[in-house]
T-cell receptor, first 113, second 111 residues
Framework: EPEVTQTPSHQVTQMGQEVILRCVPI?????FYWYRQILGQKVEFLVS????????KSEIFDDQFSVERPDGSNFTLKIRSTKLEDSAMYFC???????????FGPGTRLTVT | DAKTTQPTSMDCAEGRAANLPCNHS???????VYWYRQIHSQGPQYIIH???NNETNEMASLIITEDRKSSTLILPHATLRDTAVYYC????????????FGQGTTLQVKP
């Protein structure tokens, strides 16, 4: 069964460093998403991406964040200058054109020290 | 998207049916009811969705009341592996398709 994959599973970085989180969505999906979950809190929407552009973003997704689909398979989330409060699980999701259910990856645990 | 209310936690005996309620009294005509679950910090997993008819798939059944103001997710024979946080999400099907998660119901399946 096709699945969304994410790398790395755990990333530790120092405050102020740039990080890139990588996702490989399901191959025939066209809509892509990033969510995050701070430990013990709700899953929060960050951004949606379709047709090579951002279709919606939340207040959390400020100028420090960017997304890119550099080739036909990867979907990346970049945090330019990490802050302690960026420590969280980051989930990538994708969905197809016909069905609206989203399929989530296993997540990347980002720890900013 | 309409607001949903779910109990914070529930217990269920292994092998019994787990019935998880959700209130969505402000749901509008074009909003669907979706259920996802999250097993211990893994990525959320889609379970089922419906508009007004009851739905069933290999994982669960979804019962939506006639006035659509509430629904129940039924796991017919709960196993220990069904222990998770279950999220009821009401949303318009749109191109953006973002999901807004609440706190959900923590279901503990006990042996």
């Amino acid at each position: 069964e096709p699945e969304v994959t994410q790398t790395p599973s755990h990333q530790v970085t120092q405050m102020g460093q740039e990080v890139i989180l990588r996702c490989v969505p399901i191959s025939n999906h066209l809509y892509f998403y990033w969510y995050r979950q701070i430990l013990g809190q709700k899953v929060e929407f960050l951004v949606s991406f379709y047709n090579n552009e951002i279709s919606e973003k939340s207040e959390i997704f400020d100028d420090q964040f960017s997304v890119e689909r550099p080739d036909g398979s990867n979907f990346t989330l970049k945090i330019r200058s990490t802050k302690l409060e960026d420590s969280a699980m980051y989930f990538c999701a994708s969905r197809g054109q016909v069905n609206y259910e989203q399929y989530f990856g296993p997540g990347t645990r980002l720890t900013v020290t | 998207d309409a607001k949903t209310t779910q109990p914070t936690s529930m217990d269920c005996a292994e092998g019994r049916a787990a019935n998880l309620p959700c209130n969505h009294s402000t749901i509008s005509g074009n909003e669907y009811v979706y259920w996802y679950r999250q097993i211990h910090s893994q990525g959320p997993q889609y379970i089922i969705h419906g508009l007004k008819n009851n739905e069933t798939n290999e994982m669960a059944s979804l019962i939506i009341t006639e006035d659509r103001k509430s629904s129940t997710l039924i796991l017919p024979h709960a196993t220990l592996r069904d222990t998770a946080v279950y999220y009821c999400i009401v949303r318009v099907v749109s191109n953006t398709g973002k999901l807004i998660f609440g706190q959900g119901t923590t279901l503990q399946v006990k042996p």
